[in-house]
T-cell receptor, first 113, second 118 residues
Framework: EPEVTQTPSHQVTQMGQEVILRCVPI?????FYWYRQILGQKVEFLVS????????KSEIFDDQFSVERPDGSNFTLKIRSTKLEDSAMYFC???????????FGPGTRLTVL | AQKVTQAQTEISVVEKEDVTLDCVYE???????LFWYKQPPSGELVFLIR??????QNEISGRYSWNFQKSTSSFNFTITASQVVDSAVYFC???????????????FGQGTILTVHP
């Protein structure tokens, strides 16, 4: 069964460093999402992406964040200068045009020291 | 704006007890979808069910059942004869829906931590 994959599973970085989180959505899906979950809290929407552009973003998704679909398979989230409060689990999700169901990847745990 | 409230922060039960997780939502959309996800200790989000706003029929899947009531804006989840493996965080979520590009972000509730003791 097709699934969303994310790499790495765990990333440790120093404050101020740039990180890129990678996702490979399900191959025929057209809509892509990033969510964040700070430890012990709820899952929060960051950004949605369709047709090579951002379709919606939350107030969390400030200028430090960017997303890109550099080729036909990868979908990346970049944090330019990480802060301690960026430590969280980051989930990628994708869906096809016909369905409301978003398929989630296993997540990347980002730890900023 | 959309909002999902899961008032129960933590629930603790003994194995074989029935347990109901509450979810109340707010939306101005006439068409929307409701979801339940399970997050086990390993951290991934496991899809359990989707329900659209036009279908108020209750659903049962094995030990799981869901009660959707538009009149009270609730979408509650019951686990019958709970098991230790049901221990997890359960999230209720909401998205608007009208097809195609109108499907938007998922808005999650705060989650309910369910602990099932042997």
């Amino acid at each position: 069964e097709p699934e969303v994959t994310q790499t790495p599973s765990h990333q440790v970085t120093q404050m101020g460093q740039e990180v890129i989180l990678r996702c490979v959505p399900i191959s025929n899906h057209l809509y892509f999402y990033w969510y964040r979950q700070i430890l012990g809290q709820k899952v929060e929407f960051l950004v949605s992406f369709y047709n090579n552009e951002i379709s919606e973003k939350s107030e969390i998704f400030d200028d430090q964040f960017s997303v890109e679909r550099p080729d036909g398979s990868n979908f990346t989230l970049k944090i330019r200068s990480t802060k301690l409060e960026d430590s969280a689990m980051y989930f990628c999700a994708s869906r096809d045009r016909a369905s409301s169901e978003q398929f989630f990847g296993p997540g990347t745990r980002l730890t900023v020291l | 704006a959309q909002k999902v409230t899961q008032a129960q922060t933590e629930i603790s039960v003994v194995e074989k007890e029935d347990v109901t997780l509450d979810c109340v939502y707010e939306t101005r959309d006439t068409t929307y979808y409701l979801f339940w996800y399970k997050q086990p200790p390993s951290g991934e989000l496991v899809f359990l069910i989707r329900r659209n706003s036009f279908d108020e029929q209750n659903e049962i899947s094995g030990r799981y059942s869901w009660n959707f009531q538009k009149s009270t804006s609730s979408f509650n989840f019951t686990i019958t004869a709970s098991q230790v493996v049901d221990s997890a965080v359960y999230f209720c979520a909401l998205t608007r829906g009208a097809g195609g590009t109108s499907y938007g972000k998922l808005t999650f509730g705060q989650g309910t931590i369910l602990t099932v003791h042997p």
